[in-house]
């Protein structure tokens, strides 16, 4: 049995709901292209310092942990299908399906940033934080290496900083729809919220082979 679309509410600013949608939706594509522009910059910057620096990156990415990056990223990958469920039965109204998968997306979230924490605390205990007490051999690539943990954390830092601010927004959503405020009626929030998420997720696929698996 096909399960029917649960009914949206129309906003008393808009003259019917494809008006409404098409503003939600418009304005969030807003707000995602000025993120791509940012988080574009940051990877041309890192592409040419890449380029140009071929051997020295080549040795530091290699104090990276593969096997963390690649745990993270199947968590990222699949914190995306069960965001998709959660849109999926927010569409058809489910309440209590929506806040399960969404309540594990969250899980998810929090799993990859704490996978992430390990990582930068096994870099503090080597000496490869970016400042004064930064350790690194060769010597030859020592001011390059710090470049390029410079940009790491930089980088990594910025999509954990998005990470975090997804779980607070997914909060924030499961309480509302917990309480059937009147603002998550529909599904409309509910696949805002999964296009940032899935944004987050993107940006991963492109960090994780730029910093852990460059080729020599």
């Known amino acids: 049995m096909v399960q029917e679309q649960a009914p949206q509410k129309l906003g008393i600013q808009f003259e019917d709901l494809q008006q409404q949608n098409e503003s939600y939706i ?4 807003t707000f995602l292209v000025t993120e791509i522009m940012f988080f574009g910059a940051v990877f041309a910057t890192y592409l040419v310092y890449r380029v140009a620096n071929q051997e020295a990156f080549w040795e530091a990415h290699r104090h990276l942990s593969i096997p963390l990056g690649f ?13 998709a469920l959660t849109v999926h039965y927010a569409q058809r109204g ?10 594990v997306t969250m899980a998810l979230a929090m799993t990859f940033l704490v996978v992430k924490g390990f990582e930068y605390h096994h870099k503090f205990v080597e000496g490869l934080v970016p400042g004064p007490n930064f350790r690194f051999e060769p010597a030859e690539y020592f001011r390059v290496a710090q470049l390029f943990f410079s940009l790491y954390f930089a980088m990594t830092g910025l999509h954990a900083l998005h990470v975090a601010i997804g779980v607070l927004v997914m909060g924030v959503l499961a309480i509302l729809i917990a309480i059937r405020h009147p603002s998550v009626q529909d599904f409309i929030p509910v696949e805002l919220v999964g296009l940032y998420w899935h944004f987050v997720d993107i940006v991963w696929i492109f960090l994780f082979p730029l910093l852990y698996l460059i080729p020599r």
Request: contains cysteine; positive net charge; glycine residues 4%.
């Open 71 to 83: 745990f993270n990223t199947c968590v990222l990958l699949t914190s995306s299908l069960t965001m």
């Open 26 to 29: 418009v304005g969030m594509w």
């Open 94 to 103: 489910l309440r209590k399906q929506q806040l399960l998968w969404l309540f």
